[in-house]
């Protein structure tokens, strides 16, 4: 079974930066369609971006312009990069292979 391990979290101000890693183990990771998704305190999760095995993005329209998903399959990593950081963007960060199979989450909060 897939293992999938979040890391690159942390308090960053509006306007600010953070690249978000997803490690996988345990699958074959240049095979699989990999999304991130996020909660925040009190909503549901919702989606944020996936990326397809061969390479096609996709994200939602909140983040369109301002976070970009990559893989890098030698590593079997997935990144997002988050740039212009808003407050509303504050929530856990979610990795998963689609479907099914998701990672512990890493915090993410956008704050002065």
């Known amino acids: 079974q897939v293992q999938l391990v979040e890391s690159g979290g942390g308090l960053v101000q509006p306007g600010g930066s953070l690249r978000l890693s997803c490690a996988a183990s345990?699958?074959?990771?240049?095979?699989?369609?990999m999304a991130w998704h996020r909660q925040a305190p009190g909503k549901q999760r919702e989606f944020v971006a996936v990326?397809?095995?061969?390479?096609?993005?996709n994200y939602a329209d909140s983040v369109k312009g301002r976070f970009t998903i990559s893989r890098d399959n030698a590593k079997n990593t997935l990144y997002l990069q988050m740039n212009s950081l808003k407050p509303e963007d504050t929530a856990v960060y979610y990795c998963?292979?689609?479907?099914?199979?998701w990672g512990q989450g890493t915090q993410v909060t956008v704050s002065s």
């Open positions: 990326i397809t095995n061969g390479g096609a993005t």
């Open positions: 998963n292979k689609v479907p099914g199979t």
């Open positions: 345990g699958n074959i990771f240049s095979n699989s369609v």
